[in-house]
Nanobody, 125 residues
Framework: QVKLRESGGGSVQAGGSLRLSCAASGYIDNAASMGWFRQVPGKEREGVSAISSDGSTTYYADSVKGRFTISKDNAENILYLQMNSLKPEDTAVYYC??????????????????GGQGTQVTVSS
């Protein structure tokens, strides 16, 4: 059984930084494509960033470009999201996803096979 466990969320002031981690366990390819999503109450879950299976390609939502950096440790099967210059509008529950289906879109939650339970990020002004 594959499990994804997010960590690193918390409360910070605007302009601060956080680093999220997502540890994958179980029968999952260490080179799986993975991504980060976020959701606020009343809104759809949106794609934040994703990385290809070999790490050569990264994707970012326009709202986080230049502030967030995604990376992956294939040896340890851990996905990271470094978030800098955080803004109050970044406040959300952040979710990790793994193994994008062939032809799937990087920013569509339903196009990933596995998903985590989320970690809360709160940015105060």
């Amino acid at each position: 059984q594959v499990k994804l466990r997010e960590s690193g969320g918390g409360s910070v002031q605007a302009g601060g930084s956080l680093r999220l981690s997502c540890a994958a366990s179980g029968y999952i390819d260490n080179a799986a494509s993975m991504g980060w999503f976020r959701q606020v109450p009343g809104k759809e879950r949106e794609g934040v960033s994703a990385i290809s299976s070999d790490g050569s390609t990264t994707y970012y939502a326009d709202s986080v470009k230049g502030r967030f950096t995604i990376s992956k440790d294939n040896a340890e099967n851990i996905l990271y999201l470094q978030m800098n210059s955080l803004k109050p509008e970044d406040t959300a529950v952040y979710y990790c996803a793994a193994v994008r289906t062939i032809g799937g879109a990087w920013d569509q939650w339903g196009d990933y096979i596995y998903g985590g339970q989320g970690t809360q990020v709160t940015v105060s002004s």
